[in-house]
T-cell receptor, first 113, second 115 residues
Framework: DTGVSQDPRHKITKRGQNVTFRCDPI?????LYWYRQTLGQGPEFLTY????????KSRLLSDRFSAERPKGSFSTLEIQRTEQGDSAMYLC???????????FGPGTRLTVL | GDSVTQMEGPVTLSEEAFLTINCTYT??????LFWYVQYPGEGLQLLLK?????DKGSNKGFEATYRKETTSFHLEKGSVQVSDSAVYFC??????????????FGAGTRLFVKA
């Protein structure tokens, strides 16, 4: 069990550029979640997948954001035309079966200049 | 909707002092309750969990009891160490109609422990 991994750990980009983050969940975990954490706040839910199906998206997820989990294993989160307000830590979590306990990765810190 | 409120930080204690971080919640159902810890530069780690009223979660000397009557889940430790310095998040699970769970977090409480 290698835990949830995320890549990259840090990303600095200029406003208007597109960025993509990757999350590898714990092996065999069927559910995968994305959260966003801004400075001084707790994480906020963005979206989640059960296997390859994206089952829910938060209102926080504007149409510039898209997430995929094409084979039910790793997931990607893409932000198009980044804005300074997108600067945050993006966290991925996974869970197994029907449990409510989620295991978090180290996060990707995005800075938009 | 469901929500979590926890005491504001920072909390500064001397080593071996007693720790309490207050957490209250609002929920329509019967969620599981969690404490997560975030060390500097790292992701969230699950510290402890309780799934129903009067359950006590415990780990690494930390404990918290699920109190339905007061809708609280306060975190306690009898003797803190410098290595406990971190941000602590209280959270609850919100079961979704689609079958998964959304974890709802409090704003976090930063703890500093001085030697």
């Amino acid at each position: 069990d290698t835990g949830v991994s995320q890549d990259p750990r840090h990303k600095i980009t200029k406003r208007g550029q597109n960025v993509t983050f990757r999350c590898d969940p714990i092996s065999e975990h069927n559910r995968l979640y994305w959260y966003r954490q801004t400075l001084g706040q707790g994480p906020e839910f963005l979206t989640y997948f059960q296997n390859e199906a994206q089952l829910e998206k938060s209102r926080l997820l504007s149409d510039r954001f898209s997430a995929e989990r094409p084979k039910g294993s790793f997931s990607t989160l893409e932000i198009q035309r980044t804005e300074q307000g997108d600067s945050a830590m993006y966290l991925c979590a996974s869970s197994l079966g029907n449990t409510d306990t989620q295991y978090f990765g180290p996060g990707t810190r995005l800075t938009v200049l | 909707g469901d929500s979590v409120t926890q005491m504001e930080g920072p909390v500064t204690l001397s080593e071996e002092a007693f720790l309490t971080i207050n957490c209250t919640y609002t929920a329509t159902g019967y969620p599981s309750l969690f404490w997560y810890v975030q060390y500097p530069g790292e992701g969230l780690q699950l510290l402890l969990k309780a799934t129903k009223a009067d359950d006590k979660g415990s780990n690494k000397g930390f404990e918290a009891t699920y109190r339905k009557e007061t809708t609280s889940f306060h975190l306690e430790k009898g003797s803190v160490q410098v290595s406990d310095s971190a941000v602590y998040f209280c959270a609850l699970s919100d079961r979704r109609n689609t079958g998964g769970f959304k974890t709802i977090f409090g704003a976090g409480t930063r703890l500093f422990v001085k030697a």
